[in-house]
């Protein structure tokens, strides 16, 4: 059953308590993850307050690596200084969308603006991303490293993100 | 001499004026309604010129969605890992 329905500007979502647990525990895990990079930076409180300061290398994580890429290929400056600059502004983007998720799967019926679909979109997408790279899926094609559990949780979000595109298009 | 002159400011104008671009990679992951979605709503393609860079993307591997100066290329990019595609910006034609 396709779980989002349109109500004029706002879009319902309706879930299992099974499937609302779900994805409030996989938004919360993402939120760990992301606090987890951050606190990698240096703590300049005045830079964090405007969004910059943040850490000039990539992640070690290739799953953090690919929610936070290089700006640049092949101009490893250019893209250390904008990670510098953005990176921090961009993980806290995330982590809200990931918290707009929390909040509005907390009910039985979310009832979602169009700033909370905006965040679904991303956070979905952002999810997916986590779990191809822990999937090791890298190729157009590529089924996974043979975790079929997680490969279900891949697909079943890919299924949520497709079917939520149809329903505000 | 005026000649002269009007050939140094257009060749400097030229230089200052070097495009950049906006690049979108094909990866395994985003779904073709939700990349051609992104180029949609956040660059306001029509659906046809939308579709045309999705299929690009995932055809070829990458696309060029966006031109101009440095600044705005660096924004889209970040708006592009907003929405979880994988973008970078480069030199036009570099």
Redesign the interface.
């Known amino acids: 059953m396709i779980p989002f329905a349109r109500d004029g500007e706002l879009v319902t979502a309706r879930f299992t308590p099974g499937e609302r647990e779900l994805l409030e525990a996989l938004a919360r895990q993402l939120v760990a993850l992301l606090e987890e990079r951050a606190a990698e930076s240096p703590a300049d409180v005045l830079y964090a307050q405007l969004g910059i300061g943040g850490p000039s290398a990539p992640p070690l994580d290739p799953a953090m690596a ?8 092949g101009d490893a400056g250019a893209a250390s200084e ?1 990670r510098r600059l ?1 990176e921090l ?2 993980v806290d ?2 982590v809200a969308n990931a918290l707009a998720v929390i909040r509005t799967v907390s009910t039985k019926v979310a009832v979602l603006d169009q700033g909370d679909v905006q965040a679904w ?2 956070h979905l ?2 999810l ?2 986590v779990l ?1 790279a822990r999937l090791q ?6 089924e996974g490293n043979g975790d079929e559990g997680m490969l279900d949780l891949y697909d079943w979000l ?1 299924y949520l ?2 079917t939520l ?2 329903v ?2 | 001499m005026a000649e002269v002159l009007e050939d140094v400011e257009l060749r400097s104008e030229t230089l200052s004026d070097q495009p950049w671009v906006t690049i979108v990679w094909n990866d395994p992951v985003n779904l073709m309604n939700y990349v051609s979605y992104v180029f949609r709503s956040y660059f306001g393609h029509s659906a046809q010129e939308a579709d045309r860079l999705m299929l690009l993307v995932h055809n070829e591997g990458r696309a060029v969605v966006a031109s101009g100066g440095r600044e705005d290329m660096e924004r889209h990019v970040e708006a592009m890992h907003d929405f979880g595609l994988w973008a970078t910006l480069a030199k036009e034609g570099s």
């Open positions: 690919r929610l936070l890429p290089d700006a640049y290929r904008h953005t502004g961009l983007r995330k979109l991303r997408t952002d997916r991303l191809a899926i890298e190729d157009d094609g590529d890919g993100q497709g595109v149809e505000i298009e």
